[in-house]
């Protein structure tokens, strides 16, 4: 039986319209969360996994809003207090990725990679933190097993994920005082959208990763869910500036 960990929260989840944030998404609803699903551009996505919650008997309303933008992040979360009236979690999953070898890194994919992974991070916690009421609160950002690993060509990626980690730190110290939690998951390759777009199924690159995996497989959307749930809850309350690797083994 599916555990109800979550009933009478509210959570946002950016960049889930797809991929892992669209199996957190779905997992925060099924125990019991009220959810905003975030999206850049991809709207048909974003209202698929609205109304695969609701046929679940689940709360969830999409919210467009680009992660990177204070405008569209204050909307975000004004949005989802009109509707659900209250804040408890924020999961900063919205996240863009690409290898290139140093001499093919632009100043453009820098600031791409930097503004949604890290920016967005900043600009989405700091707005979080506004709503979040008396008891506090959680956020979960959503780092990656490149920190640990650093494969080559990796260098724009790596540095935003060791950014995240990073902030999780900080940010631990600073809100817990507030009773916010402040935690990241590093997963290791997981079968997405975006690491089908890009190019690594069935790369040199993908062998290698599961080969190094001592469980022996890729992840899926489904094996970070529910981690992402228990950092989420009160079961995860003691537990605050932590990095947890859901990456069987990798790294
Ligand atoms: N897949 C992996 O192997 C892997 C491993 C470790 C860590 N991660 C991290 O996990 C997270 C999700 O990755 P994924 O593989 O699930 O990616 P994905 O399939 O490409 O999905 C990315 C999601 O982020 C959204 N997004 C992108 N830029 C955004 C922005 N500026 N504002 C708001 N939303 C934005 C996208 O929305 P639209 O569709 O509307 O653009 C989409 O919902 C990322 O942070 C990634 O770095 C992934």
Known sequence: MESKRLVGKVAVVTGASKGIGAGIAKQLAAEGAAVVVNYASSKEGAGQVVNEIAAHGGKAIAVQ?????????????????????????????AGVYRFAPLEEVTEDEFHRQFNTNVLGIILATREAVKYFGNDGGSVVNIGSSVTSLTPPTSVV?????????????????????????????????????????????????????????????????????????????????????????????LG
């Open 157 to 249: 990626y790596a540095a935003t994920k060791g950014a995240v980690s990073t902030i999780t730190r900080v940010l631990a110290k600073e809100l817990g005082p507030k009773k916010i939690r402040v935690n990241s998951i590093n997963p290791g390759g997981v079968e997405t959208e975006g690491f089908h777009t890009l190019g690594f199924a069935g790369s040199d690159f993908e062998k290698q990763m599961i080969a190094q995996t001592p469980l022996g497989r890729l992840g899926q959307p489904q094996d970070i869910a529910p981690v992402a749930a228990f950092l989420a809850s009160s079961d995860s309350g003691w537990i605050t500036g932590e990095i947890v690797h859901v990456a069987g083994g």
């Open 65 to 93: 809003g680009d992660v990177a933008k204070t405008e569209d992040i204050e909307r975000l979360f004004a949005e989802a207090n009109k509707v659900f009236g209250r804040l408890d979690i924020l999961v900063n999953n």
